[in-house]
């Protein structure tokens, strides 16, 4: 057994190194040659283009189904010591080659080697963390507002694509790269979550991909509040999350039962937070008006967001007046197309 892996191994090597030039080539010598051979055989039925192409094929595939043959002596020795082992090593050659392509195409896909510049409209998901990144993706596949292009993983230190059915992998030896995010079609992306393993990594992520000058959302998590503060001291449109453990842990503590509000507010399941946008071609509509259209549709209008400032403004007044263009924050069982609310009839007066 150890002497057939050197030599399968051996044979694959060299079949790597001959490019489809020379196969292509040695199968025209061969099939010319082959045809040359049973014409001065005196084969005449195998001389037709169509008739010698299926015997060809027939016999290199080792097929053989024996309705075409050659019918003299001398016809049977050239195809037995000329057409049949030249045909079937060319026709092994190409498979050969072929899998090799195919299978290197997949591991490249699988060891993060492969571009994806042609992405549109797509995730780029930067770090991974195991179960955590995993539920990430599942939580973005999920929505379907934002899984039609698919997700593209950027990682360092990670061997093999964890999660090959699902996401597509680039892998890098340093987030701080910034050349290395082109293969992930980094300009082209409709958002990028950047969730490394640590702070360091994690801003040197968010400088690399604000040098590309990306047009998409960009949400960046970090542990300490002094570096996303710096995050947004040279970026205000980055959105940055920090952990809301103490946080969540107060405010249980002084209000019974307020973790499981905010879990069912940004869970999967049940009533979930969502956004949309008013239509840049909308009039001004009014707070309360807005509030009541979302009754309409079974969810509850919790505030907006304009582009002047990057704090959300929650339960405004009714006579509050929201501007085209501006992000509207909700709950609801299922995400609301924004088409159906009513908007000339909420213009404010």
């Known amino acids: 057994m150890i002497v057939l892996g050197k030599l399968y191994r051996s044979l694959r090597g060299h079949l790597r190194r001959i490019g489809w030039g020379v196969v292509a080539l040695a199968l025209a010598v061969h099939m010319s040659a082959s045809w040359l051979l049973l014409a001065a055989a005196g084969e005449a039925k195998l001389l037709g283009w169509d008739s ?14 024996g309705d075409l043959s050659p019918g003299s002596a001398a016809g049977r020795w050239v195809a037995a010591l000329f057409v049949m082992p030249g045909a079937i090593a060319l026709f092994a050659s190409i498979l050969a080659k072929t899998s090799a392509g195919l299978l290197n195409f ?12 042609d992405m549109r409209g797509h995730t780029v998901l930067i770090g991974w963390h195991g179960r955590e990144s995993q539920r990430l993706v599942q939580l973005l596949l999920a929505d379907t507002h934002t899984d039609d292009e698919g997700i593209v993983l950027v990682a360092e230190g990670v061997a093999e694509n964890p999660l090959p059915d699902q996401i597509r992998f680039v892998a890098v030896d340093s987030y701080a790269d910034c050349g290395e ?10 958002r990028v979550i950047v969730h490394a ?4 990594r994690s801003l040197a992520a968010v400088f690399a991909v604000m040098a590309q000058k990306p047009s998409a959302h960009i949400v960046a998590h970090f542990e300490s509040a002094a570096v996303a503060q710096l995050v947004r001291s040279h970026y205000p449109h980055v959105e940055c999350t920090r952990p809301l ?23 999967a399941g049940g009533p979930t ?17 807005l509030a009541a259209a979302f009754r309409q549709e079974a969810a509850l209008w919790i505030g907006y967001r304009d582009g002047r400032t990057s704090a959300p403004v929650l339960n405004p007044p009714d006579h509050v007046e929201i501007a085209p263009g501006t992000l509207l924050y909700y709950l609801a069982d299922a995400r ?9 009839s909420l213009a404010a007066d």
């Open 106 to 117: 997949w591991r490249r896909h699988q060891v993060g080697k492969m571009s994806y510049e």
């Open 52 to 65: 010698f192409v299926y015997y060809y094929v027939t016999t290199a595939s080792t097929i053989g189904y």
């Open 336 to 344: 609301i197309d924004g088409a159906r609310l009513p908007w000339a």
């Open 197 to 200: 393993a640590d702070d360091d």
């Open 245 to 267: 453990h103490v946080d969540v842990i107060a405010r249980a503590a002084q209000d019974a039962g307020s973790s499981l509000v905010a879990g069912e507010w940004l869970g």
């Open 273 to 289: 937070q969502f956004s949309l946008q008013v239509p840049a071609a909308a009039a001004p509509v009014r707070a309360g008006a």
């Open 181 to 190: 995010y082109e293969r992930a079609a980094l300009a082209t992306a409709a």
